[in-house]
């Protein structure tokens, strides 16, 4: 079974600081990744994904991730933030093929100071 | 179009009673997924539905169950609540699966367990 790690629980940058969020996984075989974010009071919405191809991945709101395969990661950047990218990020993965299902990590509060 | 819809929004209940949530996923999506959202264990999937039928399970106790209709709207159940249970539940929704192009999330169901 897969499972995902994000060691920063909750980070705190200023407004313009750049921005690299952790994403480990474990599992030996193919898989797909996600970043998802959750802003104050709204739904989950997907952020970005890598499913093969390009490791550097481009996601909405100036949002990139990198896979990194020997490494097991898939870390999420920002060059310069907003005080409205403040939201709970979450890692995703499964198992690519088959449907399997989708396991996340338990998220990184990211707040972002003016 | 519309997006996902989960009733009710909020939910308070007594330990033992049982309790049903509903989901209905965005048209033409016929992959209904469920995940209990906690402070600190962040989003644990509990079960997928696929066409009627659950594809795939976590590892949560019996208590909780669920069911797909043939429109696709799903829903679930937890009986002989217990404080523990008490959680955001999130619905998911997808064309076939939550590791294809990603999940579109509900707003989700707030259940308090008194």
């Known amino acids: 079974a897969q499972s995902v790690s994000q060691h920063n629980h909750h980070v705190i940058l200023s407004e313009a600081a750049s921005l690299e969020l952790g994403c480990n996984y474990s599992y030996g075989g193919t898989v797909n990744l996600f970043w998802y974010v959750q802003y104050p009071g709204q739904h989950l919405q997907l952020l970005l994904k890598?499913?093969?191809?390009?490791?550097l991945v481009k996601g909405i709101k100036g949002f990139e991730a990198e896979f990194i395969k020997s490494k097991f990661s898939f870390n999420l950047r920002k060059p310069s933030v907003q005080w409205s990218d403040t939201a709970e990020y979450f890692c995703a993965v499964n198992a690519a093929g088959g449907y399997q299902k989708v396991t996340f990590g338990t998220g990184t509060k990211l707040q972002v100071i003016p | 179009k519309a997006g996902v819809t989960q009733t009710p929004r909020y939910l308070i209940k007594t330990r033992g009673q049982q309790v049903t949530l509903s989901c209905s996923p965005i048209s033409g999506h016929r992959s209904v997924s469920w995940y209990q959202q906690t402070p600190g264990q962040g989003l644990q999937f509990l079960f997928e539905?696929?066409?009627?039928?659950?594809?795939n399970k976590g590892n949560f106790p019996g208590r909780f169950s669920g069911r797909q209709f043939s429109n696709s709207r799903s829903e679930m159940n937890v009986s002989t609540l217990e404080l523990g249970d008490s959680a955001l539940y999130l619905c998911?929704?997808?064309?076939?699966?939550?590791?294809?192009?990603?999940?579109?999330f509900g707003s989700g169901t707030r259940l308090t367990v008194v």
């Open positions: 890598y499913f093969s191809g390009d490791p």
């Open positions: 539905y696929f066409s009627e039928t659950q594809r």
């Open positions: 998911a929704s997808s064309l076939a699966g939550g590791g294809d192009y990603g999940y579109t």
